[in-house]
Nanobody, 124 residues
Framework: QVQVLESGGGLVQPGGSLRLSCAAS????????MAWFRRAPGKEREFVSG????????NYAASVKGRFSISRDNAKNTVYLQMNSLKPEDTAVYYC?????????????????WGQGTQVTVSS
């Protein structure tokens, strides 16, 4: 079994920054890829960013590219999402996911383990 736990959400003003963390525990050796998804109010969950290994392979949704940065500490089984220049449209519940495939896929079906989510609200 693998457990995934997000932290770091909160309320931030437009233009501000937040860093989300996601810690995996259990049979973590099976996790090759990790990713962040988000669900905004009234919308479907969407891909934000994914990473494989120590970060040599990563990808981003077009809406966050250049503002968000994903990184991974394999020794701690933790992945981070640094979010800068936040906009009101970034408001969502952010979910961390772990997958057994060695590709940073952008669809939900490519991930096997999911956290409960952490709320990010961007508002003045």
């Amino acid at each position: 079994q693998v457990q995934v736990l997000e932290s770091g959400g909160g309320l931030v003003q437009p233009g501000g920054s937040l860093r989300l963390s996601c810690a995996a525990s259990g049979r973590t050796f099976s996790i090759l890829s990790m990713a962040w998804f988000r669900r905004a109010p009234g919308k479907e969950r969407e891909f934000v960013s994914g990473i494989v290994g120590s970060g040599y392979i990563s990808n981003y949704a077009a809406s966050v590219k250049g503002r968000f940065s994903i990184s991974r500490d394999n020794a701690k089984n933790t992945v981070y999402l640094q979010m800068n220049s936040l906009k009101p449209e970034d408001t969502a519940v952010y979910y961390c996911a772990g997958g057994r495939r060695a590709v940073p896929g952008s669809t939900e079906k490519e991930y096997d383990y999911w956290g409960q989510g952490t709320q990010v609200t961007v508002s003045s």
